[in-house]
């Protein structure tokens, strides 16, 4: 079972900020934040990952919180190309043996 | 560099006959491995290799063979097609080797089973 839980759906203006949370409240304190995306059923893509610092990269930003029970994901200004399935994962492993839930899919609206 | 390359993109095998889809990479990675994907479900783990000669099972390995005789190749193999193997086969690698961690993934195989 993933290790992780997300809403099912959301939906964002274009142009405006996407905010993805996810809840990972088991998470061991050896297993990073991933976060990876679907467009249109291709292979997934890699946007971010972190262990307890914030990161940010030019595709989006990572918060995680101080107990690292939690965290959201950045589009700070999604396009319609931002409209996919994003997928929280936590794993020990460098991009390795991830467990996929279901994710959420953000839909932006034009 | 064409990363992760799958073949075939589309494939339509019936009941019973054997194939293997192909995984080549060209990142010289030494991790690969093998997701399958359910019409609204996440990607799920089948097997993986930690570099060449070696290779391991993940969640849902049943049906499924796997060798790992050079870096850049992880063939999958179905040994007798069932309908329950009808899902979307995605190939991922990553290395250690450098600070960046992404897993790279392939396009995809979409088998369908009749």
């Known amino acids: 079972d993933a290790k992780t839980t997300q809403p099912t759906s959301m939906d964002c203006a274009e142009g405006r900020a996407a905010n993805l949370p996810c809840n990972h409240s088991?998470?061991?304190?050896?297993?990073?934040v991933y976060w990876y995306r679907q467009i249109h059923s291709q292979g997934p893509q890699y946007i971010i990952h972190g262990l307890k610092n914030n990161e940010t990269n030019e595709m989006a930003s990572l918060i995680i919180t101080e107990d690292r029970k939690s965290s959201t994901l950045i589009l700070p200004h999604a396009t319609l190309r931002d409209t996919a399935v994003y997928y929280c994962i936590v794993s020990p492993f460098y991009g390795q043996n991830f467990v996929f839930g279901p994710g959420t899919r953000l839909s932006v609206l034009p | 560099n064409a990363g992760v390359t799958q073949t075939p993109k589309f494939q339509v095998l019936k009941t019973g006959q054997s194939m293997t889809l192909q995984c080549a990479q060209d990142m010289n990675h030494e991790y690969m491995s093998w997701y399958r994907q359910d019409p609204g479900m996440g990607l799920r783990l089948i097997h993986y290799?930690?570099?060449?000669?070696?290779?391991d099972q993940g969640e849902v390995p049943n049906g499924y063979n796997v060798s790992r005789s050079t870096t850049e190749d992880f063939p999958l193999r179905l040994l007798s097609a069932a309908p329950s193997q009808t899902s979307v086969y995605f190939c991922a690698s990553t290395t250690e080797a450098s600070l960046n961690t992404e897993a790279f993934f392939g396009q995809g195989t979409r088998l369908t089973v009749v």
């Open positions: 088991t998470i061991s304190g050896n297993e990073y």
């Open positions: 290799s930690v570099g060449a000669g070696i290779t």
